[in-house]
């Protein structure tokens, strides 16, 4: 299983960027997905969370209001994450991440992608 993160890039604090991920396998719609981010000098930690249909959204704290994960399982770019209002807080490597099992996704998922760079500047 494959995944590719993109859509990162650089913006003033305040704008929105839109991040995707294309997954390989064509039944991914069995697997939760995430993203994670991993800022410098700090831990990966868990950005939001989907489940296979996309009926169940999960989000942390910090992006709550701010951040939308979605899904299409029709399409080879299987999930997205729209950001909004963005901070010079939410500056980070962006990871895209799978799991067949929902206790996992946010946590210690399976499948990974290369990171995207999001850089936000006040």
């Known amino acids: 299983v494959q995944l590719q993160a993109s859509g990162g890039g650089s913006v003033q604090a305040g704008g929105s960027l839109r991040l995707s991920c294309a997954a390989s396998?064509?039944?991914?719609?069995?697997?939760?997905m995430a993203w994670f981010r991993q800022a410098p000098g700090k831990d990966r930690e868990f950005v939001a969370a989907i489940n296979w249909d996309g009926g169940k959204t999960y989000y942390a704290d910090s992006v709550k209001g701010r951040f939308t994960i979605s899904r299409d399982n029709t399409k080879v770019t299987a999930m997205s994450l729209q950001m909004d209002r963005l901070t010079v807080e939410d500056t980070a490597i962006y990871y895209c991440?799978?799991?067949?099992?929902?206790?996992?996704?946010?946590?210690?998922?399976?499948?990974w992608g290369q990171g995207t760079q999001v850089t936000v500047s006040s």
């Open positions: 396998k064509p039944t991914f719609n069995i697997y939760a």
């Open positions: 991440a799978a799991d067949g099992s929902p206790a996992m996704i946010a946590t210690m998922p399976a499948y």
